[in-house]
């Protein structure tokens, strides 16, 4: 499983925490036994070097990260309201603007049983170049994850159209859901209507809309199925959707029922929002998601 695109550090009022939606996804596949990679790139700087250090600490490869001596590795800051919910202030020109295409990438991509990518790691021209080769060098039955993940400006109805004609699975939130169907000029403000034309549209096999605390929908082109969510203490919901997207594509990796898939991914999403940062220790996992564990 491949998170590909932005990697950085996120500046919290807490402290300083590695993520990015890509890597928190390529941790979050890593926490629940699969294989991963996160394919992004970072300067030839200390936040760079802590970067690499920071993911062998989590038990994680650095071996498709790409190094700038040009550009700064990427930097957020972060900050979290009462309810915990983030605000985003995202530095630009950093080096996972400037992702390249390599043979090592090409390997990488023709290996990848699952790809996450989102609209933010394609803001500039380069990188969304890349990302296109990276998809179009994947194998016919690998699955496409398009985390749709609207941050700041940086998206467009152009992005986000192209992207899901590359994407076997779309996910969105209810937040993201109303502006996405303005920028595609669809009909249905209805979440699961929205989420039928979507399918068609694009000819995808599964399209997920979560809707933070109250759960989420997962429609297929057979069967619909609802969730309510999972009340926990919330920290901060840094990287909960991330967690979440590992969670559903783990299960749809498996053949699991929209049941199970939408049972584990709201598990995976409630236990990040318990803890603080994008990529909690390991040793916090609840008992209840090691039956997952492959």
Partial sequence: MVGLGEILW?????????GGAPANFAYMASVLGCESEVASRIGADELGR??????????????????DSVHPTGRVLV??????????????????DFLQW???????????????????????????????????ETRRESTRVFDVNLRQSFYSGEVISESLKMASIAKLNHDELPIVANLLGMENANEELAARELLNAYRLDLVCITRGANGSLLV?????????????????????GDAFTAG????????????IMNDLANRMGAWVSSQRGAMPSRSTLPDSLGEFRR
């Fill in 79 to 96: 900050e979290v309201d009462q309810k915990g919910q983030p605000k985003f202030e995202i530095v630009e020109s950093v080096a996972w």
């Fill in 50 to 67: 802590e970067v690499i250090a920071k993911l062998s600490a989590l038990g994680m490869s650095s071996s498709y990260l790409q190094e």
């Fill in 10 to 18: 996120d500046f919290l009022p807490s402290g300083r925490q590695l």
């Fill in 248 to 259: 559903l594509v783990h299960g749809y990796l498996q053949g699991a029922s929209l049941k």
């Fill in 220 to 240: 297929n082109r057979t069967e619909v199925h609802e969730h309510s969510g999972i009340a926990v203490p919330v920290a901060d919901t840094v990287g909960a």
């Fill in 102 to 136: 390599s043979d090592h990438w090409q390997e990488l991509a023709r290996i990848a049983d699952a790809v996450c990518f989102g609209s933010l790691g394609q803001r500039s021209p380069q990188s969304r170049d890349t990302i296109r080769n990276f998809l179009r």
